[in-house]
């Protein structure tokens, strides 16, 4: 059997189900587990190295959050993406998105607009060396201080719900050839008009920033899947 997932290392704080739920959501998110691919409980658990229980609770906590889909008699399997859960994650994620930005102009503090700014500084070093996960962490933390300065905590609990999905989304799209200093350039300039306090020109570049993403998106999957995309009909 060819091994593709790590052993999970027993000493993390979490019960060993999350532990599980995250190494496999990962595996998903970059690509090693494929969409469409079946997942096999006896395999997963000797690759990671753990009884079949926590794997077994792992995949269903996947299943509801839409990472994999169970078909009765025939098995679990990856789950494929397609242009409506695409289209449906992206259009309630830039509308959200984008009252997060508008709000952060009128709010944010002189220490989180500093926190931005270095941010940028490590994305940009990540970019120059190659290194995803850290790069993916990263975009993460960048929206995360966004949302956290548009002082709404409700707005903020909503976007924190379609968390797991859109990681799905980010770690693809940004992968993609190009899209990484695009992406660079685009936090940059909703830095530049957040400090400004600008709110009209915040709320359209994270407009912007979320369309370039859906668009990536879709020409990945147009390419790799042989998928069209709604431009194509």
Not at 78 to 104: H, M, P, Q, Y
Not at 215 to 232: I, V
């Amino acid at each position: 059997m060819e091994r593709r997932l790590l052993p999970i290392k027993l000493d993390s704080y979490k019960p060993l189900r999350e532990v599980v739920s995250e190494t496999l959501r990962d595996a998903i998110s970059s690509g090693v587990l494929q969409p469409g691919e079946r997942l096999m409980e006896i395999q997963l658990a000797e690759e990671l190295g753990v009884s079949r229980t926590p794997v077994r609770e792992a995949i269903r906590k996947l299943e509801l959050e839409g990472f994999v889909v169970m078909v009765p008699r025939r098995g679990t399997y990856v789950a494929d993406l397609s242009l409506k859960d695409i289209n449906e994650v992206f259009e309630i994620r830039t509308a959200l998105d984008v009252l997060a930005a508008g709000l952060a102009a009128e709010r944010i503090t002189d220490e989180e607009l500093e926190l931005l700014e270095r941010l940028l500084v490590h994305i940009g070093e990540y970019i120059d060396n190659g290194d995803m996960e850290k790069i993916v962490e990263a975009d993460s933390q960048f929206h995360d201080i966004l949302y956290k300065a548009s002082r709404n905590d409700r707005l903020v609990g909503i976007i924190n719900n379609l968390r797991e999905q859109f990681t799905r989304f980010r770690t693809i799209s940004i992968a993609y050839p190009g899209r990484l200093k695009d992406t660079w350039e685009e936090h940059r300039r909703q830095v530049e008009a957040i400090a400004q306090r600008n709110v009209d020109v915040a709320m359209q570049l994270a407009r912007e920033h979320m369309e370039n993403a859906e668009q990536t998106l879709l020409l990945d999957m147009n390419e790799r899947r042989g998928y069209t995309t709604a431009k194509d009909k």
